[in-house]
């Protein structure tokens, strides 16, 4: 019905008939001319409708935004002067000697170009939402991905290998989801939040080299980067030491970086220990767009009258940090208090904070409540430490290691996104020599053992602030 998509009119089709298929975008009537916006999958093009195709033109006056048209003409230049840079079929337009409508449109319950729509009445009507440019683009930015991935995994000698979706429950992160099976009354069936059992079972069977795109189910609480079911590209291997694997994903991330978006990334990537990590930013993902770290200020607030710092500073398990906003002296106090409400979230009893107005004149050049609290040799300590100037806010977390990682960390990503910090570079990283956990049953905790335990690899987009991961572990020999 189509001898080609829309998004694909070009100058190099100039004087060429074609035939396209699509939905109406827009619709424009200048003066007896008729203008028609076809859109797909691939993008939009202008067609032009005139009186001398009474047909055509008769057709066209009945056409309305969202009707599905068959269309036939001539691919010509636009008029010097209405071309549209912003399009790839910018420089063209198709002149119709042929119109036919295959399907009309009633009055659509939101326009496809309305920000502003609400997501329940986007996802009530989720065909229309599909329409939208925006959600093309990412449908098709995941094929594109995973068209690389594969082939990429192929070339490499993994096997594609499918695993069970109906299984037995396996002890693993969250609750399963159950199936109840109707031949076996009162059994259930388990969804896998991830093939790891089959995993295990194909690396002991001699297929050295697995891979997975696996749908996973979870049925836990939703976070910024989990839903009750997404997709993961799953891996497994035999025979191959830590470098060799992270080698091969390193290359695989890059090499679907240039494929799919032009995009080179650094050769090798950076490598972070943990350590380092959870001390500068809180969080064993840090994101490295965002030009904020933490400062360690325990061993000054061990001494102080302030009991909050003191406590902390003093407890083997707890830890006082500061975050340096620059120029943060100008946000407002009904955001500060948005943001103690904030970490309050991840357990923090309060968001402490220094406005620092002039560096040079003491503690009279420091605007808070807890100025009062703390020494003058503190207080200087602090900004030298922090590298404060003048118009800058220091926040400060005080309590257990998590809390004050888990809450400095997250605000560090909320400051950085509301005041407008973040870059737009990609950065990746490789977090490197976790540490292994035991548990302590006696005192009803896990105790970190230092053992290397390698680094997941975070990549964070600049657009969508889509995550990555890749992990690896020794032993990597299944016996």
Known sequence: MRSHYCGQVTEALLDQDVTLCGWVHRRRDHGGVIFIDLRDREGLVQAVIDPDMP???????????EYVLQLIGRVRRRPEGTQNPNLATGAVEVLV???VILNRSEPLPFQLDDEDTSEEVRLRYRYLDLRRPVM????????????????????????????????????EGARDYLVPSRTHPG????????????????????????????????????????????TQLDIETSFMDEQAITDLME?????????????????????????????????????LRIPLELTELSDLMEGVDFKVFAEAAQDPRGRVAA????????????????????????????????KVNDTTAGRNGLQSP?????????????????????????????????????????????????????????APLWV??????????????????????TAPAWMISPKCGLILSVACREPMTWC
Request: proline share 6%; charged share 25%.
């Open 55 to 65: 047909e055509a033109f008769a057709s066209a006056e009945r056409v309305r935004n």
């Open 136 to 171: 093309q683009e990412r449908l098709q930015l995941r094929t594109r991905v995973i068209s690389t991935l594969r082939r990429f995994l192929d070339q490499q000698g993994f096997m594609d290998i499918e695993t069970p979706m109906l299984t037995k429950a396996t002890p």
């Open 370 to 426: 807890i100025v009062k609290f703390l020494p003058d040799e503190v207080l200087a300590k602090i900004l030298t430490r922090t590298g404060a100037e003048n118009g800058d806010l220091i926040f400060f977390g005080a309590g257990s290691t998590k809390v004050v990682n888990d809450a400095l960390g997250a605000l560090r990503l909320r400051v950085g996104l509301h005041q407008g910090l973040m870059n737009s570079e990609w």
């Open 323 to 354: 975050l340096r906003v620059p120029d943060g002296g100008k946000i407002p106090r009904r955001e500060i208090d948005g943001y103690t409400e904030f970490v309050g979230r991840y357990g923090a009893k309060g968001l402490a904070y220094i």
């Open 251 to 287: 290359e695989m991330i890059r090499q679907m970086f240039k494929e799919v978006l032009d995009v080179e990334l650094p050769n090798p990537f950076p490598r972070m220990p943990y350590e380092t990590a959870m001390q500068r930013y809180g969080s064993d993902k840090p994101d």
């Open 432 to 453: 490197v020599n976790f540490p292994m956990f035991e548990w302590d049953a006696q005192e009803q905790r896990w105790n970190a053992l230092h053992h290397p335990f």
């Open 97 to 99: 000697h042929h119109l």
């Open 187 to 230: 059994s259930f069936f388990a969804l896998p939040q991830s093939p790891q059992l089959f995993k295990q079972l194909l690396m002991m069977a001699g297929m050295d080299r697995y891979y997975q795109v696996a749908r996973c189910f979870r049925d836990e609480d939703l976070r910024a980067d989990r839903q009750p079911e997404f």
